[in-house]
């Protein structure tokens, strides 16, 4: 039973860890560029998503705010690519890595300043208390992260293989240049990628904050998160919500049964021997390029 409650747990961390590693990969597929604000961006969706429902700042109601929050950090997503990333057509992928690293640390420091570096509870209708089954405990939020993370990477999946749209932005990450001469408007389609990266870390940072407290660096998730998009493979969707899940698993279970602190180096562990015996990831999708 204990084994059955630490996997429980494991996976709901997981799947948060999963829906951050969505963002890296959906950005990764459709303009080969790594995001490493994608963790940031998390936790800035649930202080915006806290700073509209809690009661002593503007009060609306859950379900107002919830999609209120998402649309504000799609919105930011487009203006981030549209204002900066343009700018930086041509240059290597460092510049943008290192830009994104930056843009981390600036969103930090906002939503302290706003919102304090105290740890903030979200007051969310998904943490409505427990439920048990067959003898292990189930946190609604738990629940609801598990639930919501399945069908979030279900939807995307078939959007990027059956919509025009993610196919055009398949097409645009694969050979830019040949996308533009086939009609396909490259530089709003990569504006609009961005867009749906920020609203999926909203999404995350919503159900991260429904299971506990958060302060403005839970943004740091966001490196167990691309450790797990590596692991599961960074090009494939169904990888990063795979990736997530085990390195979510592996945490409370090296933490049982492994000395203090051993839980923090365990999913890096595993990325090094990914990285030496599988270099594409688990469940990584390997295609030859087409033009």
């Not at 995307?156 to 932005?169: I, W």
Request: with cysteine.
């Amino acid at each position: 039973m204990e084994v059955l409650q630490l996997l429980v747990s494991g996976l709901a961390n997981g799947c948060v860890y999963g829906l951050i590693a969505l963002g890296f990969v959906l950005i990764y597929k459709a303009t080969e560029q790594v995001n490493f604000a994608q963790g940031d961006f998390m936790m800035l969706g649930a202080f915006i998503t806290l700073g509209l429902t809690n009661a002593h700042y503007m009060g609306l109601p859950f379900w107002v705010a919830a999609p209120l929050a998402i649309a504000i950090m799609a919105v930011l997503g487009y203006l981030l690519d549209f204002f900066v990333l343009r700018h930086l057509f041509g240059q290597s992928q460092t510049a943008v890595v290192i830009l994104t690293i930056a843009l981390g640390f600036v969103i930090r420091f906002i939503a302290g300043l706003i919102w304090t570096h105290e740890p903030q509870t979200l007051e969310s209708p998904l943490a409505i208390g427990d439920i048990n089954v067959g003898g292990v405990v189930l946190g609604m939020a738990d629940v609801a992260v598990i639930v919501v993370t399945v069908l979030m990477t279900f939807f995307l999946y078939q959007f990027f293989q059956r919509t025009k749209l993610g196919l055009a932005m398949q097409a645009a990450s694969q050979n830019q240049m040949a996308a533009y001469f086939m009609g396909i408007p490259v530089k709003r389609v990569q504006g609009m990628i961005w867009g749906l990266s920020g609203a999926v870390a909203a999404v995350a940072g919503i159900l991260f904050a429904s299971k506990g407290a958060i302060d403005p660096n839970a943004g740091l998730l966001g490196i167990k998160a691309f450790a797990a998009a590596v692991i599961g493979g960074f090009g494939s969707l169904p990888g990063a919500l795979m990736g997530g899940l085990i390195v979510g698993v592996i945490e409370p279970f090296a933490s049982r049964y492994f000395p203090a602190g051993y839980s923090q180096i365990a999913p890096y562990t595993l990325l090094l021997f990914v990285l030496v015996f599988r270099p594409h990831g688990l469940f990584s999708q390997v295609r030859t390029k087409k033009v």
